[in-house]
């Protein structure tokens, strides 16, 4: 099964070794992995910021890296969403509607695609300790996949997985959210932080970079101890 990499920004950027762990994994599954040096940003960034012109030039670039793909996998929940985005966006259009019809059906997360498309549960991953997962808000809400990464983690040798508490509250990342209203998102991501210590877990666990840069940088500045990791990393993980 032939597999196109969709990077992202922040994997690309700052979390590469989730990207690695992508990779690896895949092959060690049986697929057989390209990545498109042509990519490039989803336009998420831009999209929700109201530039939706200049994001229109970015989504129209992603099409043309990926025309030639069979599946689009991507390690990030919230960037599978923006392209299943992509035939609203350009309805109508008769240049570009067809295109993004193309590249939102054949586009999947990591996760989705390993339990819906490969069937596979058990990736023979293992690693010792307590941990938890963090439910993103665009992954399960825009692009609805709830189950596929708990079904995996539950396979993980060795690893005690624990409910977070209030799971479906969002960290405070929401991309721009962030940065324009700074304290309340301080407020939301210290509650998650407060619900990860209440479990007493180890590893905090999930799928999409702007949570796990959110929630790990406040982890770092107030000095908890506590490891976070993409499902990637977990899933091609050997401890």
């Known amino acids: 099964m032939k597999v196109s990499l969709f990077v992202t920004c922040l994997i690309d950027l700052f979390y590469t070794n989730a990207g690695k762990a992508t990779v690896e994994l895949l092959e060690r599954l049986g697929c057989e992995v390209d990545f498109p040096e042509a990519q490039t940003c989803c336009g998420q960034p831009a999209y929700n910021s109201g530039y939706v012109k200049e994001a229109k030039e970015a989504m129209k670039q992603m099409m043309r890296a990926f025309a030639h793909a069979d599946y689009v996998v991507t390690p990030s929940g919230s960037c599978a969403a923006m392209l299943k985005e992509y035939p609203h966006i350009f309805r109508g259009d008769p240049e570009w509607e067809e295109e993004a019809k193309r590249l939102a059906a054949k586009t999947y997360e990591l996760t989705q695609f390993l339990v819906d498309v490969l069937k596979v549960e058990d990736v023979g991953a293992s690693l010792h300790g307590r941990a938890t997962y963090h439910t993103s808000c665009h992954m399960t809400r825009l692009l609805g996949v709830k189950d596929a990464p708990l079904r995996l983690l539950e396979h993980v040798k060795g690893l005690e997985l624990v409910p977070l ?7 405070g990342f929401g991309g721009t959210f962030s940065v324009k209203m ?12 407060e619900h990860i210590e209440e479990v007493e877990a180890d590893y905090l666990i999930g799928a999409d970079c702007g949570c796990l840069m959110n929630i790990g940088g406040r982890i770092e500045r107030l000095g908890k101890p506590i490891r976070v990791m993409h499902i990637a990393e977990v899933l091609n993980a050997r401890n």
Not at 165 to 171: E, G, K, R, S, T
Not at 187 to 193: H, Y
């Open 165 to 171: 508490p209030n799971a479906h509250q969002c960290c």
């Open 182 to 193: 700074g304290p309340i998102s301080e407020q939301m991501v210290d509650e998650k932080i």
